[in-house]
């Protein structure tokens, strides 16, 4: 093994193949019956866990340690954690690599883990490589599907098909083209898990007023609570604009770069600043995501009024202190 980090497509290619081997277990778990779940809740009823969540993550962590003796990881289970590398003849490099450490995974074994445990067939794994706190490479694995969906410093992928802005220039995506004229919202379609029950306590009424509005701009707007594949979707241009509120790396680590590489727009917001940001995207808790062609006025008029008062209210300690503390999770 090369002693030196690997390439954002080298990368792409190891995130794959872990997703891969992890895959088959969660097909034939799914829709299984509950007690063979393990179903528990974490923070609340809406947040659920199942056996399967923190097997898969311990699996990738393993998966992705060996090829890359001594990388970092975050993911939604098991939080920061480092991997040692193993002794000569376990396959594992005897030493660390030198530049292993600047690489971290960022992983979700099962997103939208509420979908899996009720047998509705939107959900992924998804594992992100950042390399000096910037993503470069990953997957979003739907395994029921059958959808790959990756990115590197080339581009995305679909099953190992290139899309996007480029591609479709290149003529690799007729199936998909972007818009030279962007279409009018009432044409589009938008996904959003805003806003979540915590959302709700945290906003009041007024969260209910700005879901109306985006149901009142958008053709149709969707709550498939599952946002590694709702950015996917948006990258390709299934779905048009995915707009989120209070998400974490692993949510959205995969999927920013997706969106980017196709040719689309990300646009994140953090509560604690209204100037310049140069923490990378991923980190931040709040975003619209616009795919190739389209913008989506509304999407972001909803998002900045929704930081804007979260920001305001931060004069009051309890919230303050809430918000505090989700940005620093989400920079962890």
């Not at 199936?175 to 959302?199: F, I, K, R």
């Not at 998002?303 to 919230?319: D, G, K, Q």
Request: aromatic fraction near 6%; hydrophobic fraction near 45%; charge should be negative.
């Amino acid at each position: 093994m090369s002693s030196a980090l690997p390439a954002p497509s080298e990368l792409r290619r190891i995130a794959l193949t872990a997703a891969a081997a992890c895959a088959p277990r969660l097909v034939r778990a799914f829709r299984s019956l509950p007690a063979d779940l393990n179903l528990a809740t974490k923070r609340s009823s809406h947040d659920l866990v199942t056996v399967h969540d923190r097997a898969t993550e311990d699996e990738l962590v393993r998966l992705l340690g060996e090829a890359v003796p001594g990388s970092r990881f975050i993911g939604e289970e098991g939080g920061a954690r480092d991997t040692a590398p193993g002794p000569a003849g376990s396959g594992r490099a005897p030493g660390l690599l030198p530049d292993a450490h600047r690489l971290e995974w960022i992983v979700d074994p099962i997103d939208g883990t509420a979908n899996f445990a009720h047998g509705f067939a939107m959900f992924s794994l998804s594992i992100a490589a950042a390399v000096d706190g910037e993503v470069v490479a990953g997957v979003v694995l739907d395994p029921v599907n059958k959808l790959e969906f990756s990115a590197d410093e080339a581009g995305a992928y679909l099953n190992g098909v290139r899309f996007g802005a480029e591609a479709a220039g290149m003529g690799v995506d007729a199936a998909h083209p972007v818009h030279t004229d962007p279409p009018a919202e009432a044409a589009m379609n938008l996904v959003t898990s805003y806003p979540s029950a915590e959302a709700l306590n945290l906003d009041g009424p007024v969260a209910l007023e700005r879901f109306g509005r985006l149901v009142d701009s958008y053709a149709t707007v969707r709550r498939t609570v599952s946002g590694a594949l709702e950015l996917a979707f948006t990258a390709i241009g299934w779905a048009d604009v995915t707009l989120g509120v209070d998400t974490n790396p692993w949510d959205v680590g995969v999927g920013q770069l997706l969106v980017r590489r196709a040719g689309g727009h990300y646009l994140a917001l953090f509560y604690d600043t209204d100037g310049p940001e140069r923490r990378p995207d991923h980190l931040a808790p709040c975003y619209v995501a616009v795919a190739p062609g389209r913008v989506a006025p509304t999407a972001v008029r909803v998002l900045e009024e929704t930081v804007t008062a979260r920001r305001a209210a931060e004069s009051e300690p309890p919230l303050a202190g809430t918000l505090a503390a989700r940005d620093n999770e989400s920079a962890r």
